[in-house]
């Protein structure tokens, strides 16, 4: 497996990282051809609790997730770890075990406890220099160099565009690998910036449907200077409808008939999923 660090390096156009939630969406991303992946803290939330993105899921489950879609897929994946559960020293134990659990890279916000959604209203942060100390507590912790820290700042929304930037430098000086000023307003806003800091070191924009930032593809987003674009929850929201569609058509039918064009044959689910080549594995030890 290649390394998130050796892709930034080598990938000319950017990168797509699609979100996933668990090692079956994670496996559908790898069979379609995406290079790495981002762990969604918002979509396990939606998918394992069934709640929102508000400071509900704990550190054990993210990690939990990880070990599962690190078994079944060989793709680097950079992890959503919220404010990193707690202080700088709670931030070290986050990611000894992000990175043992199989990530190749930690997302770490400047919001307060409980956190939200960066495209929700409400938010409230730490100081500047309490998230500069958690980049290099991150820094300290990390067993490998190639384990990246994207340092998140949600100040646009709290503060305002001019003190996200600052704030944004701060966290550039303590370490981060990587930069994720989330929630700009505006394509001016997205330009600037990747005006002061695309050539300094890799930029993430985040694409979310319904939220406050234009939504643009990934190809554009990467000539503006953003070398990773994330849709974390767009699978959350695919499924959702899909499955919104599935049980209203199960309830008014009695039946999947009506539905079964949209649907996988059993064959055809298995398939992708590796049954046939774990049968044949399996007869090897027989």
Do not use: W
């Amino acid at each position: 497996m290649r390394t998130l660090q050796a892709l930034l390096a080598d990938a000319e156009s950017g990168l797509i990282a699609p979100g996933v939630y668990d090692a079956f969406t994670a496996l559908l991303a790898e069979q379609a051809g995406f290079d790495c992946l981002y762990l969604s803290g918002a979509s396990i939330a939606y998918t394992r609790l069934g709640r929102p993105d508000i400071g509900l899921v704990s550190v054990s489950e993210v990690i939990a997730t990880i070990e599962l879609i690190a078994d079944r897929v060989g793709l680097p994946m950079i992890v959503d770890g919220d404010t990193g559960f707690g202080n700088a020293m709670n931030v070290q134990r986050t990611v000894r075990g992000f990175e043992r659990a199989g990530a190749q890279a930690i997302q770490l916000e400047d919001q307060s406890f409980p956190k939200r959604c960066g495209h929700l209203a409400g938010k409230k942060l730490i100081t500047a220099e309490a998230m500069a100390g958690k980049i290099r507590a991150a820094c300290d912790a990390r067993g490998s160099e190639t384990f990246q820290i994207v340092a998140r700042t949600d100040a646009i929304g709290v503060e305002s565009f001019d003190a996200a930037l600052d704030r944004a430098e701060m966290y550039v000086e303590a370490g981060a690998d990587l930069l994720f000023v989330e929630a700009p307003r505006s394509l001016e806003q997205m330009d600037g910036i990747a005006k002061r800091f695309s050539q300094r070191l890799p930029l993430v924009a985040n694409m979310v449907e319904g939220g406050v930032t234009p939504l643009e593809s990934a190809q554009e987003l990467h000539l503006r200077g953003f070398s990773v674009v994330i849709f974390p929850g767009g699978i959350a929201r695919a499924m959702m409808r899909q499955g919104q569609d599935y049980f209203a058509s199960l309830k008014a039918h009695g039946s999947n008939t009506p539905f079964k064009d949209r649907m996988a044959l059993f064959d055809e689910l298995n398939e992708a999923i590796g049954l046939p080549a774990m049968v044949g594995e399996a007869a090897r030890y027989e």
